[in-house]
């Protein structure tokens, strides 16, 4: 049965986020001064291949925890969802 | 009035995801041969000061347009949620 995993990796609270940092000091050269606290992170969406969704679930953390993510300075969060079988949404 | 905007970018269908092919090649080597269809965006979270949902939106969308986002080759879905006045969550 195929899932589609959707990933959310963001820094952590406290972690340094020097991409942001630059986004918060172009806007208001675009003159929106009134914007704070910006944080930018990444999505992966996966499709995965598993018996059920426990098995999926499983996976795609254990996935985040050795490649997707960095858990020393990333946290992350998995949203799952079946497909059809041989889908590709 | 303080409003969180979730920003969640991603590549439109079509375009080449290079970041995304690079882990569906890395991740059979680490043992999970049944993942497929990885897509990878991101997401900007930020605070902005505004009368009213309304008019925050419409910022935001259009600081989608204009630094965030490349609508040629991206597409962008906005969530927006108020925040009580001086909180930086």
Chains 1, 2 share one sequence.
Do not use: W
């Amino acid at each position: 049965m195929a899932f589609v995993a959707h990933i959310d990796v963001s820094l952590k609270a406290g972690i340094l986020d020097p991409q942001g940092g630059e986004i918060e000091r172009a806007l208001p050269a675009l003159g929106y001064s009134n914007v704070s606290d910006v944080r930018v992170g990444k999505t992966i969406r996966l499709v995965v291949d598993a018996p059920d969704a426990a098995g999926a679930e499983a996976q795609v953390v254990e996935m985040c925890d050795r490649l997707l993510a960095n858990p020393v300075i990333e946290s992350y969060s998995v949203d799952l969802e079946p497909v059809a079988t041989g889908s590709s949404v």
